[in-house]
């Protein structure tokens, strides 16, 4: 929707909004999904700018634009405790309900 090196986006208003937004380019950012059952796939991006633009339900969005690095599917479990991904979830091990930044 958003083009070929689209990898994310933010809202511009509610509690994404609020959120520290500070990447520079160059810096990795990861992002996480669920292909199946127990497993979490991570992408890893190498940041290069930002631009603003409006999603399909209209509203204003920040999106994210970087160059695609590397994946990584890890079992859940391994996951929560993961030096690099521990902070996608909360102490149970579930997914946090939000972005992390």
Not at 43 to 66: A, C, I, M, P, Q
């Amino acid at each position: 929707m958003f083009g070929p090196d689209a990898f994310y986006e933010l809202d511009t208003s509610g509690s994404q909004a609020e959120k520290q937004f500070g990447f520079r380019p160059g810096e990795f950012c990861v992002v996480a999904s669920q292909p199946s059952p127990g497993q979490v796939r991570f992408d890893w991006y190498k940041f290069t700018s930002f631009r603003l633009d409006v999603d399909d339900e209209r509203k204003s969005v920040r999106v994210l634009l970087g160059k695609f690095e590397k994946e990584e599917t890890i079992p859940k479990v391994e996951a929560a405790s993961h030096k690099y991904y521990y902070p996608f979830f909360d102490k149970n091990g579930n997914f946090k309900q939000q972005s992390v930044l």
